[in-house]
């Protein structure tokens, strides 16, 4: 066990919805990233977050945006859901943003579009 | 921006025997990081072994070791005496020093068979 908690575990959804994945690092981590893992793509990263803004930013689509809160936790908002966003979404952690800070690994939520 | 390649897709080997799975990358940097990653089918992304660029010394960590050529660029991993329990998806990542996030290669689909 990482530490890092993400929910749901599954996400079953439709074409054109909306939904928010929701990450909670380990306790005393300050940055946080999201990554994706499909099957055509591999593992991309998207965005991370330090402390509550925004540090960097990767692959994302116009149509996701992410946040971190107060409390350090994230959420990762997908929106106008296309079938090519079913993937496997992580979340991770590190204590901070730079060198060669370890990131620690949420177990990840399984999102398909229908 | 980095890359990482990792050449075979798949690869085998029984139980107790060593196994070395290949990786190289690309960067214009002088300083960074390299990582392998394991996904059991749990999907679960769990740090096997890191190596910073400017250390000549190679890491290990229990069975796990790597052969890090820097002109080369190349950065092997080989597990000794392996158990079923390495059975998993195996990815090679990078991480430069100026950088916030983690570029992976592919991955190699390492089945280990009693």
């Known amino acids: 066990d990482s530490g890092v908690t993400q929910t749901p575990k599954h996400l079953i959804t439709a074409t054109g919805q909306r939904v928010t994945l929701r990450c909670s690092p380990r306790?005393?981590?300050?940055?946080v990233y999201w990554y994706q893992q499909s099957l055509d793509q591999g593992l991309q990263f998207l965005i991370q977050y330090y402390n509550g803004e925004e540090r960097a930013k990767g692959n994302i689509l116009e149509r996701f945006s992410a946040q971190q809160f107060p409390d350090l936790h994230s959420e990762l908002n997908l929106s106008s859901l296309e079938l090519g966003d079913s993937a496997l979404y992580f979340c991770?952690?590190?204590?901070?943003?730079?060198?060669?800070?370890?990131?620690?690994f949420g177990p990840g939520t399984r999102l398909t579009v229908l | 921006a980095q890359t990482v390649t990792q050449s075979q897709p798949e690869m085998s080997v029984q139980e107790a025997e060593t196994v070395t799975l290949s990786c190289t990358y690309d960067?214009?940097?002088?300083?960074?990081?390299l990582f392998w990653y394991k996904q059991p089918p749990s999907r679960q992304m769990i740090l096997v072994i890191r190596?910073?660029?400017?250390?000549?010394q190679n890491a290990t960590e229990n069975r796990f070791s790597v052969n890090f050529q820097k002109a080369a660029k190349s950065f092997s991993l080989k597990i000794s005496d392996s158990q079923l329990g390495d059975t998993a998806m195996y990815f090679c990542?990078?991480?430069?020093?100026?950088?916030?996030?983690?570029?992976f290669g592919k991955g190699t689909s390492l089945l280990v068979t009693p």
């Open positions: 190596q910073e660029a400017y250390k000549q």
């Open positions: 991770a952690s590190s204590v901070a943003w730079n060198r060669a800070n370890e990131q620690f």
């Open positions: 960067t214009s940097e002088n300083n960074y990081y």
């Open positions: 990542a990078s991480k430069s020093n100026s950088g916030y996030a983690l570029n």
């Open positions: 306790s005393g981590d300050l940055s």
